[in-house]
């Protein structure tokens, strides 16, 4: 009885819809943790572009749709999808079939191998736009975390001057929220400070 009173006490970001347990897992376990491996970044990547528009619970829900769609994110795979893999992709009801936004995959995935080459690693490339250090913010419950940041509009300038497509300035923060490069869990948010615990040193 008392682990189940502890489980129902704890506090968790206000914008979070705890009836949906997928979504609460994405919140406890990834969203606003740290990622430095590049497979898995292109993975969020690939899928915060396809949010455009939509929610990202709509996305969420398909991911697993997405990783047999994309090859589980293989960036070398999915930079050689021809014409041929496009349509078979639009037929595909276990992802969102928009032209562009499958079009858009494979050329960020081309641009994608492009920065691993002269970086070393995307996520190299990626974590210098916060000096490689997560961004800490302070956001009350009922507070509205900004859409947008210096850093992300510089990412993303640069991203664009890259040959990346649908990688909008609130894409790029999206990203860096649930990558880790900026923690906005609310203050009172159990993750919070876990996450400035175990990542402290970063």
């Known amino acids: ?8 006490k704890i506090c ?11 979504y609460v897992k994405y919140h406890d376990e990834e969203w606003g943790v ?15 572009s396809a949010q455009a528009g939509l929610s990202w619970y709509t996305i969420l829900k398909r991911r697993d ?7 589980n994110f ?9 014409q041929n893999k496009v349509e078979a992709l639009l037929q595909d009801v276990s992802i969102i079939r928009h032209r562009a936004k499958i079009n858009a995959a494979i050329n960020n995935a081309q641009c994608f191998i492009d920065i691993q080459k002269e970086f070393g690693s ?20 009922g507070d509205n975390s900004p859409a ?10 640069d991203l ?19 990558c880790g490069m900026v923690n906005d869990h609310n203050i009172d948010c159990y993750k919070r400070s876990q996450i400035i615990n175990e990542y402290q040193q970063i």
Request: aromatic residues 16%.
């Open 65 to 71: 749709g997405y990783r047999t769609a994309f090859d």
């Open 12 to 22: 968790r970001c206000s914008w979070l819809d705890t009836s949906k347990p997928d």
């Open 148 to 157: 947008t940041s210096p850093e992300s509009d510089a990412w993303c300038k």
């Open 122 to 141: 995307f996520s190299a490339y990626m974590w210098q736009f916060v000096n490689n250090k997560t961004i800490v913010n302070s956001w009350h419950t």
């Open 74 to 82: 293989d960036v070398n795979i999915v930079a050689t999808y021809d």
């Open 160 to 178: 664009k001057q890259r040959g990346f497509k649908f990688v909008g300035p609130t894409i790029c923060y999206a990203h860096m929220q649930a």
């Open 1 to 8: 009885m008392n682990n189940e009173n502890s489980a129902l």
């Open 34 to 48: 740290p990622v430095y491996d590049d497979q898995k970044l292109f993975e969020y990547l690939t899928l915060e």
